[in-house]
């Protein structure tokens, strides 16, 4: 019996593991992606809705273990990785300038700060002229 408890919560262990990593609907993850913004990869997106499930994705062309996977602007023009899908039939394309921002979340900027007026001079008051003396 007690082997049988050890072994279950090893499985439920494993389980747990796999699902922690997941990014499921409501959750999403975000890569740096450089000059174009970072790159949010949503759950909501690429899941169930989509008629997508985990493996049509990982482990191939996608590792599991984050941090494993690295795009460069140079695979952006193949049909690998976000390629297989994004081709601009499956879903919208990853090489067309238009969509670009549909992946990459570039940082709000900042308002120009105005430069500060310098502060008016203040006028030291005239010496007053000395009275004439009669």
Known sequence: MK????????????FLIGTAFAVGPGKSVEYVGGDAGK?????????????????????KPFGMKKGSFKMTKEDHDKAEYCGICHDGKRAFSQSAEADCGKCHMKAPEEPAKPEAAPEPKKEEPAPMPAEEKK
């Open 3 to 14: 082997k049988l408890t050890m072994i279950t919560s090893l499985f439920v262990a494993i």
């Open 39 to 59: 790159v949010v990869f949503n759950g909501d997106t690429h899941g169930a809705k989509q008629g997508m499930k985990c493996n049509d994705c990982h482990p």
